[in-house]
């Protein structure tokens, strides 16, 4: 198993632009997890499926950050438009049905927006 | 507001040395999960413990939750510079449910050789 991957690594924009990030899980997880770390702040869960269903987007900073998940195999978290202080490192996990099997994390991606 | 703090916040030792770190919340978890994390890289699962008072052992690394489960701890035996790296615990707050995983911010681990 190619574990949860992960697209791009590292992404450099500048304010104003729109930024999309990619994620594809497991295969036989239901659930889908995005998170955002930051020194300052940790990991922070932004938004979470379940069987390509949104269950908590309370965690989402504001309007500018939307999520998808079309079909079990691809989720994309966008982010427009983008402003300095969304840079972070930006991860996405999936996880099986049952609550003490952990979650699997992608590599994530470094957001920085100049 | 479920807070998990970790302590501490950095940690730098020598090779051979042993170390805790601790995991404390005013709420109670139905389960406890620790993860580490290497610079660039994604948190990887050590180990998720359920029953308070439960102790568990990965190598040089036992794990134990207290036995209201509000808290855990990590002891490392003989520390080793692979041990370096970011370590995470993580609760859930209601059984089964994936949702409610909460992170606390980590305890950054150096160790020299």
């Known amino acids: 198993d190619a574990g949860v991957i992960q697209s791009p690594r590292h992404e450099v924009t500048e304010m104003g632009q729109e930024v999309t990030l990619r994620c594809k899980p497991i295969?036989?997880?239901?659930?889908l997890f995005w998170y955002r770390q930051t020194m300052m702040r940790g990991l922070e869960l932004l938004i979470y499926?379940?069987?390509?269903?949104?269950?908590?987007d309370s965690g989402m900073p504001e309007d500018r950050f939307s999520a998808k998940m079309p079909n079990a195999s691809f989720s994309t978290l966008k982010i427009q438009p983008s402003e300095p202080r969304d840079s972070a490192v930006y991860f996405c996990?999936?996880?099986?049905?049952?609550?003490?099997?952990?979650?699997?994390f992608g590599s994530g991606t470094r957001l920085t927006v100049v | 507001t479920q807070l998990l703090e970790q302590s501490p916040q950095f940690l730098s030792i020598q090779e051979g040395e042993n170390l805790t770190v601790y995991c404390n919340s005013s709420?109670?978890?139905?389960?406890l999960q620790w993860y580490r994390q290497e610079p660039g890289e994604g948190p990887v699962l050590l180990v998720t413990?359920?029953?308070?008072?439960e102790v568990k052992k990965l190598k040089r690394l036992t794990f134990q939750f207290g036995d209201a489960r509000k808290d855990s701890s990590l002891h490392i035996t003989a520390a080793q510079p692979g041990d370096t790296g970011l370590y995470l615990c993580?609760?859930?707050?209601?059984?089964?449910?994936?949702?409610?995983?909460?992170f606390g911010k980590g305890t950054k681990l150096s160790v020299k050789p």
């Open positions: 996990a999936s996880s099986k049905k049952t609550g003490v099997g952990g979650y699997t």
């Open positions: 413990v359920v029953t308070g008072g």
């Open positions: 295969s036989g997880h239901d659930y």
């Open positions: 993580a609760g859930a707050f209601v059984q089964g449910s994936q949702g409610n995983l909460i």
């Open positions: 709420s109670v978890f139905s389960s």
């Open positions: 499926f379940n069987n390509n269903v949104p269950i908590d």
